[in-house]
């Protein structure tokens, strides 16, 4: 087997990336050297790798900085209509490359170290990812920045600066343990402290009516502290901003109530106030309490609250003093008339945890800038948009109003208004319907009063999204259906979208290389253009090339593996992947099943000619969700049965990823010969992941559900492996009511794979070690595994004959490519300045800071 190209060998090839100037290459190394000497500790004459990697990584901000001063002021000077997108959770991986590709930069730089006698792939790996986000919302936010930085529009992320992200996953005996990830430890080249936009938020107090309105007392107040990152556009000098903050006590936090002399004390629970950004809460979906049979509801933590209105406070505070400097070159407020406000400002709320935003703008214009109610409950209407992520009951966010009471009195209060305008509205168009009024009430009556969140959304907002055509048509069927009656044109479907900067050009640049050679760079920043490649499907030249490319990173991959693993991959296997959070409704269990049912066919017949796979599973589970961590014991507790049985041999392997994130998803996607995005229709709202697998030649085998939809439409549902219920099979199901074992006595390959797992075969010291997956999996399993078992393995037995034909696979991966265009960010992001933010997006090139502006 050919050896996979080292670094330095693929430098020699032409690249897309563009062959370095001579002068750009000295240019890196000067400056390189410079960074090193100043950052180099005086007392050590050794440089370690991470004093390169910062040299590098400062390197590289210098070309970021003069873009980025130049767009703000370009941005200063135009006044267009700004974006803002508020996340809880931006997953943005690692910079340096990233900002490489983006700026042109990386063949200079890789020839520059490359001279100096280092090699940037390892100065990359020294990088900490910047871990701010769980899965596919936080990740999603990263794509829409890249994007629409490409796209030149006036755009800001907000966000929080979490000291510790999402935790580091260690893998002991088979179980997750969680380690925090102190991502900032050696500091963070990126990120440029703002202390002179530092802003007060409040907590607590009491709220006085007096004549002159509503003011809100004797509050708690916690400063905001924003960190700015540059977010450079693909190759258009465009560098816009992600701003997060930071929480900081100010200095008499609680000092005055110390006055006995406990000065220490006081100092000490500076903490209190500082907590607020200290770490990222690691739940994706709130997760089903299978084992009690019932729904655990959303977890309501006061923390979580403060996070969520921290930073909505800040943020607004930061948004409306935008809006009112004037953009001839003072800081002095100009505007003071709301009436422009939704003409300027564009807020889109990345799920309900930015929803604190409606009654932040309400409370700020009623109360602060005395605009009246009806007036500024339009202009918030106007500005807000909201993105619905989830159809899972229990993962919509409902708080208790007695923390809200406690916490945020004045926001209850604009809350109770809003709901009593909105309930009377309701009622006048469908009198005597008391039952209407109790479902679309921001108010859930019960033991627990509650608000909820997604109704206060839809409410606030002028727009409302779903994220796949499919998801979209369920939120309106069912999730928000009375909203939807009432006001069905606010209702709209952006299908998400990625990179395809990061996710083909960063992390499958042979890919990349490949396509330029046949049609050029320009579907880098138009990926409809892939288009041009269908004629190539039956290409024997291309066919060839896609083919080594893939081999290339699966011998790269198993390089990677072998040495962090310990494992002996078989490079021809087939790479099956599934990597995603793990979650009930993700079914990592049908895979499992898959697995044990493949490994008992080898057994019993071991003569046969099998297609050897290497099965990969990876992915993060909540700390507090029991299935999902006993789901990652038993893929380890699998694969330590599979990978040590002689008879097996090679023709089939379990690997669990530890401690899947950004960077290891950029090795393993390009790898990856079968996708699987298995979710029970009508659960997983879109997934992106799906995207990136297809984009990077990967076929998927999946059900019905979010994106796979508008996957097989696009590419042909022959050219994907689809198979399972569909969301109507779904809801017919549950009406006649699912019976596990029905499945279970009739399928004897699902009965011997149950029992097996049941009877401790795959745990002999610990028997009873899955008893609760046997008991969740055949008496309450919401997800319906055995119902799609049977299609799932005659859909693996084709995909299995395909892969025996390598030249025919290959077709079906090439047209899967050709057809990905639709799933780029820049068509979403495109859809949503049209659609929702009355915006256009712009080719216009701000000159680099080399060239003087007119």
């Not at 062959?19 to 960074?35: I, P, T």
């Not at 699902?750 to 610990?766: H, M, N, T, Y």
Request: charged share 25%; proline share 5%.
């Amino acid at each position: 087997m050919a050896k996979p190209l080292t670094d330095s060998e693929k430098r020699k090839q032409i690249s897309v990336r563009g062959l370095a100037g001579l002068g750009d290459v000295a240019e890196v190394r000067k400056s390189f050297n410079r960074h090193l000497h100043f950052t180099l500790v005086k007392d050590r004459n050794v440089a370690t790798p991470r004093d390169y990697f910062f040299a590098l990584a400062h390197t590289v901000r210098d070309h970021l900085v003069g873009r980025w001063i130049r767009t703000q002021q370009h941005y200063y000077e135009r006044d267009p209509k700004r974006i803002y997108y508020l996340s809880l959770e931006f997953y943005m991986g690692r910079t340096l490359q990233n900002t490489m590709v983006n700026l042109g930069l990386q063949n200079a730089c890789d020839e520059a170290i490359y001279q100096l006698g280092l090699d940037l792939e390892e100065l990359e790996e020294i990088e900490e990812d910047a871990g701010l986000g769980n899965g596919g919302l936080g990740r999603l936010a990263a794509c829409f920045l890249d994007s629409m930085a490409t796209l030149g529009l006036a755009a800001y992320g907000y966000g929080i600066r979490y000291e510790f992200g999402i935790f580091n996953q260690k893998i002991v005996n088979g179980w997750q343990v969680e380690e925090a990830d102190d991502w900032l430890r050696y500091g963070n080249p990126w990120e440029k402290a703002r202390p002179e936009y530092m802003l007060p938020v409040h907590f607590y107090g009491r709220v006085e009516h007096t004549p002159d309105g509503v003011k809100w007392l004797d509050t708690q107040v916690v400063l905001a502290m924003p960190y700015d990152t540059p977010v450079p556009g693909y190759k258009n000098n465009t560098v816009n901003t992600m701003r997060l903050w930071s929480a900081k006590a100010p200095n008499d936090f609680k000092l005055q109530d110390f006055n006995v002399g406990d000065y220490i004390e006081a100092v000490l629970d500076r903490n209190l106030a500082e907590n607020i950004s200290r770490v990222l809460y690691p739940n994706d979906n709130p997760a089903p309490s299978s084992l009690l049979c019932c729904v655990q509801f959303f977890e309501g933590k006061e923390l979580r609250l403060k996070q969520e209105y921290f930073v909505v406070a800040a943020t607004l505070q930061d948004i409306i003093r935008r809006f009112k400097s004037s953009k001839f070159g003072c800081r002095d407020p100009v505007r003071t008339c709301f009436e422009t406000f939704p003409d300027k400002v564009a807020i889109q709320l990345n799920d309900t945890h930015p929803a604190l935003s409606i009654p932040e703008l309400m409370r700020i214009l009623v109360d602060v800038e005395k605009v009246d109610w009806d007036k500024a409950w339009e202009i918030t209407k106007k500005t807000c948009a909201y993105t619905n992520h989830t159809v899972l009951p229990e993962a919509l966010e409902r708080w208790p109003v007695s923390m809200f009471e406690k916490l945020l009195p004045r926001h209850l209060e604009i809350i109770y208004a809003i709901n009593q305008r909105h309930l009377d509205h309701v009622a006048a168009l469908f009198p005597g319907d008391v039952d209407r009024l109790r479902r679309m009430s921001v108010i859930e009556e019960g033991d627990c009063k509650r608000i909820n969140m997604a109704h206060l959304c839809v409410i606030g907002s002028h727009a409302v999204n779903g994220v796949a055509r499919i998801h979209s048509e369920i939120v309106k069927q069912s999730v928000f259906k009375d909203f939807y009656e009432l006001e069905p044109e606010k209702f709209q479907n952006k299908t998400n979208g990625i990179t395809p900067r990061r996710w083909l050009l960063l992390c499958n640049p042979g890919l990349a290389d490949t396509i330029v050679e046949k049609i050029g760079e320009e579907f880098l920043t138009d990926l409809s253009q892939l288009k041009k490649l269908l004629p190539l499907v039956s290409d024997e030249v291309f066919i060839r090339d896609v083919a080594k490319v893939k081999q290339e990173n699966k011998l790269k991959f198993s390089a990677f593996l072998e040495k962090e693993y310990k494992v002996k991959i078989n490079p021809s296997s087939m790479f099956d992947v599934h990597v995603k959070r793990i979650h009930e409704y993700k079914r990592q269990l049908l895979n499992c099943l898959h697995v044990v049912t493949l490994y008992n066919r080898i057994k019993r017949d071991p003569a046969k000619a099998f297609v050897p796979r290497t099965v990969m599973i990876g992915g993060k589970a909540a700390p507090g969700y029991h299935m999902a961590k006993l789901i990652i014991k038993l893929v380890t507790s699998i694969g330590d049965v599979v990978n040590h049985d002689p008879v097996v041999g090679d023709r089939l392997k379990v690997i669990f990823l530890e401690n899947y994130r950004v960077s290891l998803a950029e090795k393993v996607i390009p790898a990856a010969d079968l996708s699987q995005q298995i979710s029970t229709a009508g659960t997983e709202a879109s997934g992106t992941g799906n995207m990136k697998f297809m984009l990077n030649g990967a076929l998927t085998i999946g059900t019905m559900d979010g994106a796979n939809v508008e996957m097989a439409e696009e590419a042909g549902a022959e050219n994907l492996f689809i198979f399972g219920l569909r969301v109507e099979d779904v809801e017919a199901l549950d009406r006649k009511g699912y019976n596990a074992r029905e499945y279970y006595d009739h399928l004897p390959e699902l009965k011997q794979a149950v029992d097996q797992i049941s009877s401790g075969f795959f745990s002999p010291k610990e028997p009873d070690c899955f008893k609760d997956i046997v008991n969740m999996l055949m008496h309450h399993d919401r997800f319906k595994v055995f119902a799609d078992y049977e299609a799932y393995m005659q859909c693996q037995a084709q995909v299995d004959q395909l892969y025996r034909n390598p030249k025919e696979w290959t077709k079906k991966v090439i047209r899967n490519i050709a057809c990905s265009g639709k799933f780029s960010s820049d068509r979403t992001i495109t859809e949503y300045a049209r659609e929702i933010w009355g915006v256009e997006p712009s080719d216009l090139q701000i000159p680099p800071p080399n060239i003087p502006r007119d």
